[in-house]
């Protein structure tokens, strides 16, 4: 073989051959040192892991019911924050609190050095009258935007809460063999402040969350009804949504309903307009790259059927999932809706107001602690899915350190998928069996990365 091998070039080839061959090795050897070559926790940390994890369940029910039972709208927390923060003091860390309102942070800082990894649980309810009939519903009410209303724990925030602080006792109790340390981020309003309030992640940002000490990691997971019990769910790069409103006023001119050619009709300028924006995400948006959402949701024009009105507002929703295309989208509406009513002697104002940036997994660390899901989840129980045209503010925090968010089925093992409530509607529940779930994908998100081991860099 290798005399035919060489009898095929010139001496001269062959040489550069083999000095370019050098090169390649010599790259790669110097890629593979700056890479993390496995993510795993000592077999005798994780056992003690393991054991703590299936003793901690009960505790994980009688937190989650709690607050299940207690209730409390976005950033309104007050109840709910001061038991974490004296749940978190009780363990002997070091606790921030309030901070954005009604916020929590718990530093554990472990006996070895090491990176510091966030982990996250939101804390809100939300405005929905409960309508399951548990031992332990929820019968809060309250105010929200000068309405009364139930207010219930509809998208599982209780459980994540709940799981949070059975990662918090845990952790606690293994702390001398910690390398690193794990900052416990309680957040409120994660569904949004109240109108004129500023709340949630960026106001954690804001007020210093990621600092002192500065933040290397995050990690963050939501229960999810429509992922089955046992497992999780993730994906690289886009998982949720960016979320932008849009609004829109066509101006026209009014005249009587029998003449329309005295008029600019805002309400025909403003159907094509949506007709127009139809095409933005199925004519010229590559959606093989990624999915793109415009929908006007609203229309609001006229009073009598025979008076042709002046104006028309509508206000819709665009959810995209990669920053390039969100820019994209927002430029071909503008261009779009101006021109429909310029071409027709309107005009248009168009206003989009960033809400949500695109919850994105990084892809170095996604593939990085992928394993360790599946570790956590079982064999064959951590699925790559669909992105998912909802929205998280945890992308706040994957704006500044790269984070990894998943998905942990919850839905009630015994009903089938089609029959589960969704979330944020009065029938919401979870199958508290997914609690402990939650609970060891952090454990060995956090632990694993705390073992990273990497070849030192060359320089
Ligand atoms: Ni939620």
Known sequence: MRTQFTTMFSVGEEFSTLTKMKKITLSALVLLQ?????????????????????????????????????????????????????????????????????????????????????LRADMDALPVTERNSLPFASKVKDNFNGMETGVMHACGHDGHMSILLGVAEILSKNKSELKGT????????????????????????????????????????????????????????????????????????????????????????????????QTIVSRQTELTKAAAVITVGSMHSGIRRNIIPEEAILEGTIRTFDAEMQKKVHDKIRTTATRIAESAGATAEVGIDILYPVTYNDPALTREMAPSLERAAGKGNAKVIAPVTMAEDFSFFQQKVPGLFFFVGAYPADMNLTAQPTHHTADFMIDERCLIVGVKSLLTLTTDYMNRTTLPKTK
């Open 182 to 277: 794990v900052k416990f981020i309680f957040q409120p309003s994660e569904e949004g402040a109240p109108p004129g309030e500023e709340g949630g992640a960026s106001l954690m940002i804001k007020e210093g969350v990621l600092e002192n000490p500065k933040v290397d990691v995050m990690f963050g997971l939501h229960l999810q009804s429509l992922v089955p019990l046992g497992t999780v769910a993730y994906k690289p790069e886009g998982l949720m949504a960016s979320v932008d409103n849009l609004n829109i006023k066509v101006k026209g001119r009014g005249a009587h309903g029998a003449t329309p050619w005295d008029s600019v009709d805002p309400i025909v300028v403003s159907s094509q307009i949506i007709l127009g924006l």
């Open 34 to 118: 700056a890479c993390v070559l496995w993510a795993q926790t000592s077999p005798s940390l994780q056992a003690k892991l393991d054991q703590q994890t299936k003793e901690i369940e009960p505790r994980l029910i009688e937190w989650r019911r709690y607050f299940h039972q207690n209730p409390e709208l976005s950033n309104r927390e007050v109840k709910t924050g001061a038991k974490i923060a004296e749940q978190l003091r009780a363990l002997g860390m070091e606790v921030q609190y309030p901070i954005a309102k009604t916020g929590v942070v718990g530093i554990l800082k472990g006996g070895k050095p090491g990176p510091v990894i966030g």
